[in-house]
């Protein structure tokens, strides 16, 4: 299947390229850039059309941990099936509750506040307008009457001030922004800056893509970003630029010993001889989540949806995008040695 | 042969400790895995502090600690974060309309006269108290001495102050506090010094001078001896009142109390030589032979005092540990599988060192925890996806040292060579991937909030573990499976119609 090399006698005096083993990735450059442009308009798309919907008016559907507000999640205490239960049967429910006062502050209206009942009705999540300590347990006991019992350990209250969302985005934005550039110098020192500013661009792709993603899965199921999503946005950066930097760094090894081939010769052999890696490394890192995809609890759903995802982007891009890039941005341009159709190349002396 | 033996043996010995720590230092989990609340505070200016600042934060913390200690949650934390904020963690606590409570006034500091005809009952009261409190300090003390056994060895111990039982119960029952059976000494200690300040409070009158009238609290050492004094320092109406309050106990055996919330942190005679006009100029100092340590608290919670700065809570997030259970075992579970499959993927595909990488990372996963557990890291749910992504970084460096073998073998190397020649070749791009990573945590760490902190922890961790196992752990044992002629064979490494030529 696979054409055996010359006995590995390295004293030949004319260098040999080695066998290609799967294909040659900067014959296919157009179709790979074609690709990533289109997926990165789409994504791009998908922002504009999140901002430009008056009901969310930002790139993203903001969840609770940015916008602040209450959420109140609830297990009902059944044996052994709940009675069944109704969105609307909550929300007329939430209408008729008296809240305590807080001081020196008006008393939050609950009426039309989205609620939502899992799990064939064994769980209850109310989203409500921010709502003290007090107040919130207050939600819980009345709604006890009607609805419950409740799981004594089953509720979870999240109350969040939008001063503290704010902070957050603009804590992980300025972290995210700074190790950008932190690696970018890492990997000019290590390499050049042509390979750091297409690690950055590829990172810039993948990072894009999902959040595309996400911005269509707001606008189309209403899915909404919380502080997790902005964890796994950094993983699949960090994942992004460790996936470039194996192409990278096997470029850089057969430097010397494909000095006699065009750039892009040397392009294509790295990408094949770091193909298999690409793929058993993302295989291996997307086994677990998978699992937890499938298996995890709901609160890492998402979490998990936004990982699997840009590490697939990261892949990708760490094939298709930043290496076909190289020879354009390192002015090598794309000669090949070997004819176009394709017929095995041997050797160019 | 020797040196791969003597390093699989210290592998052995650091997976046995490692294993012995786990065992001794549970792990800590945060409050989204086991169930409780956390509140964070913001710490408002007010009057003439226009911002706040560290110092001014420092105080608020002083006085919130307190009641949040009256609380009786056991294991709350309250944390500083940034410049002005608070983290109050309540493990366990499900509601925390309560603990919201404690935040709503803000810190009342009162200077009082003690009232005319209680010197006897007052002196009673003082010694008990002072008993009590040293009792208290010094297994206070113990308990951290023996944690870090740092005791200066042959130095005689100096008389310990001791609470004889039955002198307790007595002080006690004839202050009429009754301690629930089985209380231990400590809380019983603690009870008679909740009492005794009630009734220290009761003996003083009403206030006429408050904190707000008292600009500055300060320390310093005395100019004979070796103790330290705290300093006051009111402004103008602040400075007249402590005059006449001053002038109306001097020289009389009426101390003058300072009270924090309810609380007397502090009690001083005024001398004769005040008796005219009191203590005037608005300065003064608290002569009471402090220790620095002594100073200092008093110093802080007269600052705390001094500054009632509101505080605002903006977040309250709270999990039951229902949910916090089922959070972790589900994850817990569903990663575990996933392993699992990652396991059999790396015996199908690799063979021998598949299964020898299956150690070596299940090593890896060990040495990861014991070192959250000795930290000790909490771990979080984005703590745990950390550990996730850098079990994924560490296989990737076992993947990327394997397939080099693989392409050693695939032209024709001999077995030692090829394996010598893919650790060699593979460990550029491990370096440079790890070192990428390890900056982004380090970003993520110095700038992100709790969250994202937790993340980069973890990560890191991994990072600089995975290292030393696919480098050293994977290679050791490795080396030590090729010493034994019947398990080399490179048709345990690959298929052999790869092979380039019949091996061997």
Same mark, same amino acid.
């Given at each position: ?16 390229? $080695? ?69 609307? %049967? ?31 009705? +064994? ?120 996936? @470039? ?105 | ?40 505070? %913001? ?35 309250? %944390? ?10 309540? $493990? ?127 320390? %310093? ?49 005024? +001398? ?33 005092? +001094? ?13 039951? $540990? ?25 015996? *199908? ?49 076992? *993947? ?13 190397? @001999? ?80 298929? +052999? ?8």
């Amino acid at each position: 299947m696979t054409p055996s090399p010359a006995p590995a006698s390295s004293a030949t005096p004319s260098p040999v390229l $080695p066998p290609i083993q799967y294909f040659r990735i900067t014959r296919h450059r157009r179709i790979a850039w074609w690709g990533s442009a289109v997926a990165c308009l789409i994504s791009l798309i998908g922002m504009a059309l999140c901002w430009l919907n008056p009901a969310i008016g930002a790139p993203l559907k903001p969840g609770l941990d940015f916008t602040g507000g209450t959420r109140i999640q609830l297990e009902r205490a059944c044996d052994p099936n709940c009675p069944a239960i109704t969105v609307s %049967q909550v929300a007329e429910q939430l209408e008729d509750l008296q809240l305590p006062e807080d001081a020196g502050a008006s008393v939050p209206d609950l009426r039309g506040s989205p609620v939502q009942v899992l799990d064939q009705g +064994s769980s209850i999540e109310l989203r409500l307008p921010s709502l003290s300590a007090e107040q919130g347990t207050a939600v819980i006991e009345q709604l006890a009457g009607s609805l419950g019992p409740f799981k004594p350990g089953g509720t979870s209250v999240d109350t969040i001030g939008p001063t503290l969302g704010a902070q957050l985005l603009r804590s992980s934005l300025i972290s995210l922004l700074v190790s950008f550039a932190a690696i970018a110098l890492y990997i000019t020192l290590r390499y050049d800056r042509v390979f750091a500013f297409l690690a950055i661009l590829a990172l810039a792709h993948d990072v894009l893509i999902t959040t595309g993603l996400f911005a269509w899965l707001g606008l189309l199921l209403g899915v909404e970003v919380d502080s997790l999503f902005a964890v796994a946005l950094i993983t699949v950066a960090g994942y992004s630029v460790n996936d @470039t930097v194996v192409v990278f760094d096997r470029i850089r090894e057969q430097k010397t010993s494909l000095e006699a081939f065009p750039f892009s010769d040397q392009v294509d052999v790295a990408v094949d001889a770091t193909l298999t890696r690409s793929i058993y490394t993302s295989l291996t890192t997307l086994l677990p989540l998978l699992g937890i995809l499938f298996f995890g609890g709901s609160s890492l759903f998402w979490f998990s949806v936004a990982l699997t995802a840009g590490i697939g982007f990261g892949s990708w891009s760490s094939i298709g995008v930043a290496p076909t890039l190289l020879p354009l941005f390192s002015g090598k341009g794309f000669v090949s040695s070997a004819p176009e159709d394709g017929a095995s190349p041997t050797g160019a002396a | 042969m020797a040196r791969q033996q003597g390093l699989f043996a210290l592998i052995l010995a650091l997976a046995i400790a490692a294993g012995a720590v786990l065992f001794s230092f549970p792990l800590q989990l945060g409050l989204d895995l086991r169930g409780g609340s956390q509140l964070t505070l %913001q710490v408002l200016p007010a009057g003439a502090i226009k911002t706040v600042k560290r110092e001014q934060l420092e105080a608020v913390k002083e006085v919130l600690d307190r009641r949040v200690n009256g609380l009786g949650v056991a294991e709350s934390t309250l %944390q500083t974060i940034g410049d002005d904020q608070l983290v109050l963690q309540l $493990p366990g606590e499900q509601d925390p309309s309560r603990a919201a409570k404690v935040f709503g006034t803000t810190a009342l500091l009162e200077f009082r006269a003690q009232k005319p005809g209680t010197e006897g009952e007052m002196q009673g009261l003082l010694r008990l108290k002072r008993q009590a409190q040293s009792v208290l300090e010094l297994s206070r003390r113990r308990a951290s001495a023996d944690a870090n056994q740092s005791a200066a060895p042959g130095q005689p111990p100096a008389p310990a102050p001791s609470f004889p039982a039955e002198d307790l119960a007595k002080a006690l029952g004839d202050l009429g506090v009754t301690v629930p059976a089985g209380a231990g000494e400590t809380e019983q200690i603690e009870a008679l010094l909740d009492e005794v300040n009630k009734r220290v409070v009761a003996l003083y009158e009403p206030a006429t001078l408050t904190g707000k009238d008292l600009v500055t609290a300060g320390r %310093q050492q005395q100019q004979t001896g070796s103790g330290w004094d705290v300093t006051l320092n009111f402004n103008r109406q602040g400075g007249e009142g402590f005059a006449r309050l001053t002038q109306s106990i001097a020289g009389s055996n009426r101390l003058l109390g300072i009270v924090l919330d309810g609380r007397s942190i502090s009690e001083a005679s005024v +001398s004769q030589e005040f008796a005219a006009a009191g203590i005037t100029g608005g300065a003064a100092s608290i002569t009471g032979n402090f220790s620095a340590e002594e100073a200092r608290d008093l110093e802080v919670q007269l600052r705390g005092g +001094s500054l009632p700065l509101p505080v605002k809570i903006i977040e309250v997030r709270t999990v039951g $540990p229902l949910l916090g259970a089922e959070n972790i075992r589900t994850s817990l579970v569903a990663a575990l599988a996933g392993l699992a499959l990652v396991a059999v993927f790396m015996v *199908v595909v690799y063979r021998l060192p598949g299964a020898v990488a299956v150690v070596a990372l299940s090593l890896y996963a060990l040495f990861n925890l014991a070192t959250y557990a000795l930290i000790p890291v909490t771990l979080t749910l984005p703590g745990i996806a950390g550990f996730i992504l850098s079990i994924g970084m560490a296989v990737d460096a076992n *993947v990327l040292i394997f397939e080099r073998v693989k392409e050693e073998l695939r032209s024709g190397n @001999t077995l030692i060579r090829s394996i010598d020649g893919g650790f060699s070749l593979a460990f550029t791009s491990i370096l440079d991937g790890h070192v990428t990573g390890l900056i982004s945590c380090i970003a993520l760490f110095a700038l992100g909030t709790g969250l994202v902190k937790g993340f980069a922890v973890t990560l890191g961790i991994g990072l600089l573990l995975s290292l030393f196992t696919a480098l050293s752990c994977t290679r050791v044992l490795l080396r030590l499976m090729m010493s034994y002629p019947n398990l080399r064979r490179p048709t345990y490494f690959l298929p +052999s119609r790869q092979l380039p030529s019949p091996a061997a």
